[in-house]
């Protein structure tokens, strides 16, 4: 059953997200074929157009992701069509892991349709040695492989985006179990479970730090003192995601299944 | 669990409050297979309450409802067929996507049979839900729940704003489309236009249960109809 439940989540984003991915290639593609033209003075008004409208367009899959994730959970789950999702033969773990997975699956795709947009648009051999070279002095610096450390970085980044994803489920599982002020409360309690998961990440490396100067120095010092230091957090950092995304998970799990109130 | 007293449904102290509002005080009653029972009361009764607390739609406060001899839960649901008194399916989607939706999750639907009901009454299925009106939404909403090979239905308020024909359609497609061993249980404060439908009454008041009967041995006893009945005792 959660594989049906995945092919309709997927379908929903597909319908709202395509239009964005779709806006988004087109510009980077007008913008690249602007950039290959003689700079004339309409073309380079067209080009800025088009840049803007494809930056605009970037934001806007990244924001829109995470807000149509929020959005389909509500109301799926708490709207009109909660009346459908809540009287399925399915389970409330099978629900609320097709609504995650459907947005594990969308982030890593819109990802991926920002990073080609920006290729498209930029990417040369030259702006390639240079990104290269970049990512060379950083990784040198830090003595790892590029490999683990672009690996690195965008684990980092997708473990973040996914706790803000799981902290604004929790807000709306908490928010519309109240009677009253369901949006408002859900949003408040998304910020503190989010503030409170960011603060257990600083509080935590804090406590590495008081066992590791190197650790301790990225909260003493203003400079990097230790390349080290930065390698453990990262590590460190994504440990305490992965373990507060999977103790949260549980945590709305449990208050799905005490059951709904629908309006 | 085993199945209790032979009862499709039963509901045992069931309590819900909002806040500090106790909507549903103690209600208990079972029903049994092959039974078409009004449940019948005035505006903010409890009725929905009751029907959306079966359907696993409202936490109880306390309390138990049993279907089959299960808790609510994924067996349960497997069995009831449930018509809201609200629009409910994604308006994105085309009446076609629905039909596959509902072939998809429930096992017991017949999807020729909808189709069939579907042609019967003109609408076109391959037009998106957001194109129709809201009368013709709950045409396809109440063909999909009664297109299901179900234990239970329960239709909440199925009449309510539809116009006179039409009510008739749906009270003859309620009745056409439910095997015997199955139970209907529509709320309803229509009395009128169902009675004729009717098996069993449960009147409920101010979040009670204040009647159960078998139609006929009610009109007898109280020498009236039921929506007579339902007028005199629940006169302002």
Known sequence: ?263 | MSKDNNNLLEVKNLKKSFDKKEVLKDVSFSIPNGKIIGLLGKNGAGKTTLIKLINDLLTPTSGEILVNGNKIGVESKKVISYLPERTYLNKQMKVTEVLNYFEDFYENFDKEKAEKLLKDLDLDITQKLSKMSKGMQEKVQLVLVMSRKADLYILDEPLGGVDPATRDYILDTILSNFNENASVIISTHLISDIERILDEVIFIDKGKIVLQSDCDQLRKKENGSIDEIFRRMFKC
């Open chain 1, 1 to 263: 059953m959660l594989g049906k439940l995945l092919k309709y989540d997927l379908k929903y984003m597909i319908k709202n997200m395509s239009v964005f991915y779709i806006l988004a290639i087109v510009f980077a593609i007008i913008t690249r074929i602007l950039l290959s033209v003689e700079q004339t003075i309409i073309a380079t008004i067209i080009k800025n157009i088009t840049t803007g409208c494809m930056y605009a367009m970037v934001a806007n899959i990244i924001i829109n992701t995470l807000m149509r994730s929020w959005v389909r959970f509500r109301d799926s789950i708490y709207k009109d069509e909660g009346y459908l999702t809540n009287t399925l033969p399915v389970t409330k773990n099978q629900i609320y892991n097709s609504k995650f997975i459907q947005a594990l699956i969308f982030f890593i795709v819109s990802f991926v349709i920002v990073i080609l947009s920006i290729a498209i648009a930029y990417l040369n051999k030259d702006r390639w040695e240079l990104l290269k070279n970049y990512i060379k002095g950083i990784t040198t610096g830090l003595e790892i492989s590029s490999g683990l450390f672009i690996s690195g970085f965008l684990g980092i980044v997708f473990l973040e985006m996914f706790n803000a994803l799981q902290c604004g489920f929790f807000g709306i599982i908490l928010g519309y179990k109240q009677n009253n002020n369901r949006v408002a409360l859900s949003v408040l309690f998304g910020f503190i479970a989010y503030f409170a998961s960011q603060s257990i990440v600083l509080a935590l490396v804090f406590i590495v730090g008081l066992f590791n100067e190197s650790v301790m120095g990225l909260f003493t010092n203003t400079v990097l003192l230790e390349t080290g230091a930065l390698k453990i957090l990262f590590a460190l950092s994504m440990i305490i995601y992965i373990i507060i995304i999977w103790i949260m998970s549980i945590i709305c799990k449990k208050l799905l299944n005490k059951g709904v109130n629908l309006e």
